[in-house]
C-alpha cells in the first residue's frame, strides 16, 4: 500500500497544501513539500499526510486518470482533475485515510479554490468511484487494483491481452514506453515487477562511513534493522525515515541516508590517500564523501550554488571536508590546458532516474523520446570532458542511476570508439530490491574504464 499507520487527522489544510504543490507545475513535486508545508504552517502529522498525498498522486497518476476518465461527465479542468486524483487516491490506496474524510474534505478543498458548484462536482464523482468499488480482487486485469484490495463492477483499465504495454501504464503507472523497454530487456514479468516496486516509497537505505554498523545498529535495534549486502548498509522500513533522520547519529554523521548501488560506484574507482580525483556532477555529495574517506584530495563540482551548499552541508555533517575542494560548473565548457590532471574522476551522470522510480517518483512522467535524447547528448558531452581530464594511467567511473542501456551500456560503447585511447575495466547493473529485501533499494549501472599510459 502507498502509506502506513497510524492514523491521519483529516485537516483540510493537508489537502490544500497537497493541491497547491501538485498545481504549482514543479517537476519535482515532493521536493516541493516542505516549502509549500512550511507557507502553510503544518506541523509533523499534517506535513506527513500531505507528502504521503502528493506521493500517491504522482505514483499513482496514471491509474488515477483512468478511474477518473471513466466517471467523470463533460471536460472537467485541469484544477478540477488533480482534486479528483487527489480524493481517489484517498479512497483506493490509503487505508490510513477513512473515506468520509477522503470525500468531504477534498470537496471542502474543491469549493475553497474552485467554487461551490465544483466543490459539487468533485462530491458526485467520488461517490460514484466510492460506489462502484467493491472489496477483493476479482480476476479480472481491466478491473483489478495493483497493490490494494479492491476492484471495480466495470472494466476501467484497457486490456493486458490485447494492449500490455497500454494496461500497464493503466495499472502499473508507468508510461507504456517505458514499460515497451523493461519488457524487452527483462521480459514481462520483470518489468512488471520493477513497475509495482515503483508504486510504493522505497525501504529507507542507510550507510555506516566510518565503518561502525554493529555499534550503532544496537542502537537502532527497536526499528528492526536488516543487514545490507554491503558491509557498511543495512536497510529499514520507510516508515523509519523521520526517525533516523532526525537522529543523534545522523547529526553527527555516523550514519548516512545512501544506496548501496551509489556506494558501489564511488568505490569502484579505488581511490587512494593523497590521489588528485575529480568528482563531476558531485551533490548532495555522499559519493564525495566516499572518496574523500580515502583521503583522496578531491575537486568537488556541480551545477548550481544550490545543489553546492546542499554538497557543503552533506561534507560538513561527515567530517570530511579536509581533502574537497568544491567548484560551481555545468561540467561542460572546454578545459583550458591550465587545469590540473586528475588520477580519477568519477562521473555521476544525469540521467533519466529509472532505476530510483521508488524514491524520485516524478521522474517517470519526464521519460520520454525527446528527454532522453537529450540526456544522452549531455551524458556523452560530460563523459568527453572529464575524461580529458584524466592523467595518463588513470581510472573514470560512469555512474547512472537509470537501467536503461542507451545511457549505460550503449553510452560506454560509443565512448570507447571515440576514445581507443581507454579501455574498458567492467560494467556492472544493478536492479533495486523488492520491499524487505536487504538491498539494494536503488538501482543503477557503472563502468570502470582506465586511460592508456601512451
Given at each position: 500500500m502507498d502509506?502506513k499507520p497510524?492514523?491521519?487527522?483529516?485537516?483540510t489544510?493537508?489537502?490544500?497544501t497537497?493541491?497547491?504543490?501538485?498545481?504549482?507545475?514543479?517537476?519535482?513535486?515532493?521536493r516541493?513539500?516542505n516549502?509549500?508545508a512550511d507557507?502553510?504552517?503544518?506541523?509533523?502529522r499534517?506535513?506527513?499526510?500531505?507528502?504521503a498525498?502528493v506521493?500517491?498522486?504522482?505514483?499513482?497518476r496514471?491509474?488515477?486518470?483512468?478511474?477518473?476518465?471513466?466517471?467523470a461527465?463533460?471536460?472537467?479542468?485541469a484544477?478540477?482533475?488533480?482534486?479528483l486524483?487527489?480524493?481517489a487516491a484517498?479512497?483506493l490506496f490509503?487505508?490510513?485515510?477513512p473515506d468520509?474524510a477522503?470525500?468531504?474534505e477534498t470537496?471542502?478543498?474543491?469549493?475553497?479554490?474552485?467554487?461551490?458548484?465544483?466543490g459539487?462536482y468533485?462530491?458526485?464523482?467520488?461517490?460514484?468511484i466510492?460506489?462502484?468499488?467493491a472489496?477483493?480482487?476479482?480476476?479480472d486485469?481491466?478491473r483489478?487494483?495493483?497493490?490494494?484490495?479492491?476492484?471495480?463492477?466495470?472494466p476501467?483499465?484497457?486490456d493486458?491481452?490485447e494492449?500490455?504495454?497500454?494496461?500497464a501504464?493503466d495499472?502499473l503507472s508507468?508510461?507504456?514506453?517505458?514499460?515497451?523497454?523493461?519488457h524487452?530487456?527483462f521480459?514481462?514479468?520483470?518489468?512488471?515487477q520493477?513497475?509495482?516496486q515503483?508504486l510504493?516509497?522505497?525501504?529507507?537505505?542507510?550507510?555506516?562511513?566510518?565503518?561502525n554498523?554493529?555499534?550503532?545498529?544496537?542502537e537502532?535495534e527497536?526499528?528492526s534493522?536488516?543487514?545490507g549486502?554491503?558491509?557498511?548498509?543495512a536497510?529499514?522500513?520507510s516508515e523509519h525515515t523521520?526517525?533516523i533522520s532526525?537522529?543523534q547519529a545522523?547529526?553527527?554523521g555516523q550514519i548516512s541516508i545512501?544506496?548501496e548501488?551509489?556506494m558501489?560506484?564511488?568505490?569502484?574507482?579505488g581511490?587512494k590517500?593523497?590521489e588528485a580525483?575529480?568528482d563531476?556532477c558531485?551533490?548532495p555529495?555522499?559519493?564525495?564523501a566516499?572518496?574523500?574517506?580515502?583521503g583522496?584530495?578531491v575537486t568537488a563540482?556541480?551545477v548550481?550554488?544550490?545543489?553546492?551548499e546542499?554538497?557543503?552541508g552533506?561534507?560538513?555533517?561527515?567530517q570530511?571536508t579536509?581533502?574537497v575542494?568544491?567548484l560551481l560548473?555545468?561540467g561542460t565548457g572546454?578545459?583550458?590546458d591550465?587545469?590540473?590532471m586528475?588520477d580519477?574522476a568519477?562521473l555521476?551522470a544525469p540521467?533519466?532516474n529509472?532505476?530510483?522510480?521508488?524514491?524520485?517518483?516524478?521522474a517517470?512522467w519526464?521519460?520520454?523520446?525527446?528527454?532522453?535524447?537529450?540526456?544522452i547528448?549531455l551524458q556523452a558531452r560530460?563523459?568527453h570532458?572529464?575524461?580529458e581530464r584524466?592523467?595518463p594511467?588513470?581510472?573514470?567511473v560512469?555512474?547512472?542511476?537509470?537501467?536503461?542501456?542507451?545511457?549505460?551500456d550503449q553510452?560506454?560503447?560509443?565512448?570507447l570508439?571515440?576514445?581507443p585511447?581507454?579501455d574498458?575495466?567492467?560494467?556492472a547493473?544493478?536492479?533495486?530490491?523488492?520491499?524487505?529485501s536487504?538491498?539494494p533499494t536503488?538501482g543503477?549501472?557503472?563502468?570502470f574504464?582506465?586511460?592508456n599510459?601512451g
Amino acid at each position: 500500500m502507498d502509506s502506513k499507520p497510524p492514523l491521519f487527522r483529516s485537516h483540510t489544510m493537508s489537502r490544500q497544501t497537497a493541491f497547491n504543490v501538485l498545481r504549482s507545475g514543479s517537476p519535482a513535486p515532493l521536493r516541493q513539500v516542505n516549502f509549500f508545508a512550511d507557507k502553510a504552517g503544518l506541523d509533523d502529522r499534517d506535513r506527513g499526510l500531505t507528502r504521503a498525498l502528493v506521493g500517491c498522486e504522482i505514483r499513482r497518476r496514471a491509474t488515477l486518470r483512468a478511474i477518473v476518465a471513466v466517471f467523470a461527465q463533460g471536460k472537467p479542468s485541469a484544477e478540477v482533475l488533480t482534486l479528483l486524483r487527489l480524493g481517489a487516491a484517498q479512497l483506493l490506496f490509503m487505508d490510513s485515510v477513512p473515506d468520509h474524510a477522503a470525500v468531504s474534505e477534498t470537496v471542502r478543498t474543491a469549493t475553497n479554490n474552485i467554487g461551490l458548484p465544483r466543490g459539487r462536482y468533485v462530491n458526485g464523482v467520488l461517490r460514484s468511484i466510492q460506489r462502484a468499488r467493491a472489496e477483493g480482487l476479482s480476476g479480472d486485469p481491466r478491473r483489478d487494483l495493483v497493490g490494494a484490495n479492491w476492484h471495480f463492477a466495470l472494466p476501467v483499465f484497457r486490456d493486458k491481452e490485447e494492449h500490455p504495454f497500454l494496461w500497464a501504464e493503466d495499472v502499473l503507472s508507468i508510461p507504456a514506453n517505458l514499460f515497451k523497454r523493461w519488457h524487452r530487456r527483462f521480459g514481462m514479468e520483470e518489468a512488471t515487477q520493477l513497475a509495482t516496486q515503483a508504486l510504493s516509497e522505497t525501504d529507507l537505505s542507510v550507510s555506516f562511513p566510518h565503518g561502525n554498523r554493529e555499534t550503532l545498529l544496537a542502537e537502532f535495534e527497536t526499528l528492526s534493522p536488516r543487514i545490507g549486502e554491503h558491509e557498511r548498509i543495512a536497510i529499514f522500513d520507510s516508515e523509519h525515515t523521520w526517525a533516523i533522520s532526525s537522529s543523534q547519529a545522523f547529526l553527527d554523521g555516523q550514519i548516512s541516508i545512501q544506496g548501496e548501488t551509489a556506494m558501489r560506484a564511488a568505490e569502484a574507482l579505488g581511490a587512494k590517500a593523497e590521489e588528485a580525483i575529480l568528482d563531476m556532477c558531485a551533490a548532495p555529495g555522499g559519493k564525495t564523501a566516499v572518496l574523500a574517506a580515502c583521503g583522496a584530495k578531491v575537486t568537488a563540482i556541480d551545477v548550481s550554488e544550490k545543489r553546492l551548499e546542499f554538497l557543503a552541508g552533506t561534507l560538513e555533517r561527515l567530517q570530511v571536508t579536509e581533502n574537497v575542494s568544491i567548484l560551481l560548473s555545468d561540467g561542460t565548457g572546454v578545459w583550458t590546458d591550465a587545469e590540473p590532471m586528475f588520477d580519477g574522476a568519477l562521473l555521476d551522470a544525469p540521467c533519466s532516474n529509472t532505476g530510483v522510480l521508488a524514491a524520485r517518483a516524478a521522474a517517470r512522467w519526464r521519460f520520454g523520446p525527446q528527454n532522453q535524447k537529450e540526456l544522452i547528448n549531455l551524458q556523452a558531452r560530460l563523459l568527453h570532458q572529464v575524461a580529458e581530464r584524466v592523467r595518463p594511467g588513470g581510472r573514470l567511473v560512469y555512474s547512472t542511476c537509470s537501467l536503461e542501456g542507451d545511457e549505460n551500456d550503449q553510452q560506454i560503447k560509443a565512448f570507447l570508439k571515440d576514445h581507443p585511447n581507454w579501455d574498458l575495466g567492467h560494467t556492472a547493473l544493478f536492479k533495486p530490491g523488492p520491499a524487505g529485501s536487504t538491498g539494494p533499494t536503488d538501482g543503477g549501472f557503472h563502468a570502470f574504464l582506465r586511460r592508456n599510459e601512451g
